[in-house]
């Protein structure tokens, strides 16, 4: 059965405010000294076990030229540009329905653009358990990671102990508190759910038929119309009225029987680039924990984290523990204990009607 | 007698990099509210006692300019052009020999230009009653000001406690340590130096000569030439040979008999500007203690000064005791505990010949 990638391409990155901009969020942006944008490096990651013209990009149209500009060998007709957002589940819901028109039914490999892979080798490794697992017991599978500490951003996957590299899924739980976060973190039996996910295009979707009826009642329109002349129209009629949900708790955390939910540990380096403090671990780092990007005087600094350009010089003195983002119009000076709350930074920018700098 | 006034503008103001450049330095900078520069509101507090063709400007050649812009109404020949920086005993020699050579002899006031004050009306009190001491007892008259807490970067004045608003001062002290400045300010028998004085020329010059005769020898030759063609050359000759000196060290700390040396305590508001922190004390502040001036967006801030243009955006996030100040090609965030390091920045920037930001 043929393999297809759908990269989930959508996001607004706000918390990467000022680079992550309406007109060109955090997926298009190089966040790594490679130059390569997250969405680039998406995409380069698995070439080796998915066809380029398999591979799928769902996006705000907003963004639709954006990825043709830098995936430019991704068929045109795989950019499906969302005239709205409406969270994970109707972009997978649209992509595993185009899947189903193009194919008939294939296997869909389901990635956000947006997070970094240390190894692409042992990533496409456990991607291969997955797609193989996907197929042959029609299962869903998600990618977890074995956390390294009480994070309560992510989402946790409970898995059962049965031995080799591929765990029946006890329960999907939602973003926990700190106690429960500690818990699961230390009892060893839980996983990140790292919002990576693999599946047949027609079991996604049959379980979306169950627990989603409306959505799937949507995507037939959408895919009776795919690459006719009504499409647009289509889409631009239908995908509004979807309700705004997570694959996660839409249908992963409802699935009433978890049979066929598989979960695969991943162990390749995963970094959800969720918030500046991301890039500490993906840039250079000096002997007093700085991690400074651009044209930069540091006197007697500690754990800073810096991106400038080479053109502003920007000086440093006897700071502890911020972060510096320096862009052309906007400037960020945050502690690093707060970097989550530069989302704050773009409400009050939607509030007070500053959009230029959205 | 004369009264005429000598404004001091030579200085670099290294620790207000980055707006401080080598091209324009702090003084030629406002950093009130109300748009004056420093220069230009050391000129016009003092207009009241001092009439505008009779305030001198010394100031390094480079700076002329900048002089004549900023106080059209100050005659020309009065804008005295240091060939090189000699400190501030050069200077007042400098102008004192003009001064002579001008009027015969005249009470002069010697201001640096960077000083901040709240209240003019006090300030001229004070300097009226130097200017009369001045002028009948041949008096050296220095401005002291009460000490707010043991700053260890001010040189002190030790007075006598003989009543009236005019003391006798005891001793001249050099910048102390902690324990020192902690000792003179719990006395309560000790100023601040604040580097303002009051004399007649010929009184300054005669201490000169005994503690600086080469320094009188090389102004006689500067005073002979003052408004002749030769001028410019004698100055280029001549000055570079002075020992760099202040007139603290080089003359009061060094005079023999204090009898005609007197001090007045201003309680006029004080401020000496002396590293970005000063604009704490002149800048509206927010109930959480902020002083920030720009279009800026503050979460969650406390005790942060900003100091940026209505151009760039500077957003802040949860940060405390921190120092902004954001100009076109180069920005400063620098520890409120670490404002005086901010010299440390320009050695850098001298050191690796990164002179487009000096």
Redesign the interface.
Known sequence: MKTTAVIMAGGRGERF??TSREKCPKQFHSLTADGKTLLQLTKERIVDIVQTEDIFVVTNKKYADLVREQLPDVPVENILAEPVDRNTAPCVGFAASVIEKKYGDAVMIALPADHLIKSSTLFCDSLKDAIDTAETRDALVTIGIMPVYPETGYGYIHFSKNGGNIYKVLKFIEKPDFDKAKEYFDSGEYLWNSGMFVWKASVILNEMQKLMPSLIEGLEKIKYCYQTEAFDNILEAVYPSFKPQSIDYGVMEKITSLNRVYTIPGSFGWNDVGSWLALERVRPIDKNNNALQGNV?N??CRDVLVRGSE??????????G?V?V?TD???????K???Q??K??VE??KTYD?KE?L
């Open positions: 405010w000022p005087v006197i007697d053109k502003r010089l920007i000086a440093l003195v006897g700071l502890e911020i510096v320096d119009d906007a400037l960020l000076v945050c502690n204990e707060n970097t709350d530069v704050k930074v009050f920018l500053k700098y």
